[in-house]
């Protein structure tokens, strides 16, 4: 079973900048995409980002595009989402996916258990 564990949430003012992390663990050989995921109260899940299993090919949610960078380290099976120029609608419980599909942008099969982001204006 593939495990998802992230880290590195918190309290942030706006226009700061926080890095998460996902350490990803358990038989990957079947994952091709890797991507990031958050939402916000009573709001619906809201897609982040997703790159392919390499880190190389990434594409980004219109709300996040040129803020938000998504990094693999491959070699440590970790993968990073880079958030800068943050804003209060930022704020959202963040979340680590991992997909049995191509599909960048699909259905994700592994998630993690989430952690807090929270920008203050």
């Known amino acids: 079973q593939v495990e998802l564990v992230e880290s590195g949430g918190g309290l942030v003012q706006a ?34 980002g997703g790159c392919d299993w390499s880190g190389e090919v990434c594409i980004y949610g ?13 070699a440590k099976n970790l993968l990073h989402l880079e958030m800068n120029s943050l804003k209060s609608e930022d704020t959202a419980v963040y979340y680590c996916a991992a997909s049995t599909s191509v599909a960048l942008r699909g259905n994700y099969d592994y998630w993690g258990q989430g952690t807090q982001v929270t920008v203050s204006s």
């Open 15 to 48: 226009g700061g900048s926080l890095r998460l992390s996902c350490a990803i663990s358990g038989p990957a050989f079947n994952i091709y995409t890797v991507g990031w995921f958050r939402r916000a109260p009573g709001k619906e899940r809201d897609f982040v």
């Open 62 to 74: 219109d709300s996040v595009n040129g803020r938000f960078n998504i990094v693999r380290t491959t």
